[in-house]
């Protein structure tokens, strides 16, 4: 693979490289070990360096994201040893990207066999920034007359990412009348690790029908090969699983539906906290090709505020004791907006981070203002364990007409009254929040 004009990796299995090297010319260079992006005929993706590879599971990367990095050439063969960090993402077409800084460069994997592949030794999986210890150029050969053997170097290990490795996840089963009709099932994730055959259901008419579930670090995977007669999960408020991770795993911050996927999966089943992962399958259709793949991401709460915590959102028209539309589960994830359909008021989407709420109004074509009312609005309560919220502002980016009058807020709840208010496509708001 060349660089043509100049990859998002976290290893949660030790990485070990021992190099030994025997030096024959005089004055001849070091020359580096070349790593390569290669994909299997299954789609997976792998790091190969000389005779060693890894699972490669590049990290998701939201539209505006990847627009808001230097796209300067394309990679399609190898990676010359430079300086990092480097990473690989996947956008939301499924094109892969290399990333360094705010440069990118679009990554076209090398086919591999699998013959090719099998003869490779698998050292585990990575996903996130590509190690450093991967990156860097050997140090040059000594000028030397005689051959000159080189005592072996262990490479430290990678420090392993947070994840599902090494804890334990269980998993329940409910019908469409919220009764558990599976497990709980208990899995500690290792390589290889699953949920295997989980059977149908006891109750006729209502099941979860015979899935198997891989689990590793930081993904969920379903396979459907097993379903036989079933073709559809029941209509319901809710039926599906429910992913419950013990108390000494790190916390969840995001679930993304991988591109992958097959099943009509979309953000509006798929619900997360901290703890927990729910998936709701109520209604869909699928076969034995079917398959579902969950990216989970982790890492640790750093501050004060919403992020690892869930954030509950209720519109009220005309009064607050007139319920419109939700609740609704919002994510605190930078980049990440909900999309709140139009009984919610008007179509907005809403981006909640750390430390702020942001109102983007650029689907709301149709609508041009909001109806006149003692309240016509939205009120966000945080979940329990959240920090408490001490006060709030307007951010001077908005320019929807907001003014203080119109906010408030307690420990635990914002209220946002919009009535009356004009906007466009090109609208936005931004609440500041202190904890």
């Known amino acids: 693979m060349t660089i043509k004009g100049s990859s998002v990796v976290r290893g949660w299995v030790g990485l070990f490289a021992v190099v030994m090297v025997a030096l024959w010319a005089a004055s001849a260079a070091a020359q580096p070990i070349t790593l390569r992006v290669v994909q299997s005929s299954d789609g997976t993706l792998y790091l190969v360096q000389g005779a060693s590879a890894w699972t490669l599971a590049p990290d998701p990367i939201s539209d505006a994201d990847l627009a808001g990095l230097n796209p300067v050439g394309e990679i399609d063969g190898s990676i010359s040893p430079q300086p990092g960090p480097l990473q690989v ?222 954030l509950q959102l209720v519109s009220y028209s005309p009064t607050t004791d007139q319920y419109l539309a939700g609740p609704f589960t919002l994510r605190a994830v930078p980049g990440h907006f909900d999309t709140l359909p139009a009984p919610t008021l008007v179509p907005v989407d809403i981006n909640t981070t750390n430390t702020t709420l942001e109102f983007a ?37 908005t320019t929807l007409g907001l003014d203080n009058s119109r906010v408030s807020s307690t420990s635990n709840q914002i209220r946002v009254n919009v009535q009356g208010l004009a906007f466009t496509t090109r609208t936005t708001a931004k609440i500041n929040l202190r904890f």
């Open 361 to 397: 109004f650029g689907k709301t074509s149709g609508y041009s203002q909001f109806a006149s009312a003692p309240f016509n609005g939205y009120v966000f309560t945080t979940s329990a364990g959240t920090p408490a919220i001490t006060g709030i502002s307007i951010d001077p980016s």
């Open 89 to 310: 993402v996947q956008a939301s077409d499924g094109e892969f990207y290399v990333v360094n800084g705010q440069t990118a460069w679009t990554l076209v994997p090398d086919p591999i066999g699998d013959a090719d592949l099998a003869a490779l030794g698998q050292n585990g999986e990575l996903d996130g920034a590509i190690p450093a210890v991967l990156l860097s150029p050997p140090a040059p050969a000594p000028d030397v007359s005689m051959p000159t053997p080189v005592a072996a170097t262990p490479v430290p290990p990678v420090p392993a990412a947070p994840g599902f490795a090494g804890h334990q996840l269980q998993l329940d089963v409910y019908n469409p009348f919220n009764q558990r009709i599976g497990g709980p099932y208990t899995v500690t994730p290792a390589p290889g690790a699953q949920f295997t055959n989980l059977p149908g259901g006891q109750l006729p008419g209502f099941y979860v029908v015979p899935v198997n579930i891989a689990v590793t670090n930081s993904t969920l995977t379903f396979d459907f090969a097993q379903t036989g007669q079933y073709t559809s999960f029941p209509s319901s408020n809710f039926n599906g699983y429910v992913f419950t991770t013990s108390q000494d795993s790190p916390p969840i911050l995001d679930v993304t539906i991988d591109p992958s996927t097959t099943l009509k999966l979309d953000e509006s089943r798929v619900f997360a906290s901290t703890k927990q992962i729910q998936i709701n399958v109520q209604d869909l259709s699928f076969n034995t090709q079917t398959t579902v793949k969950l990216n989970v991401k982790f890492g640790q709460v750093s501050g004060s505020g919403l992020a690892g915590h869930q």
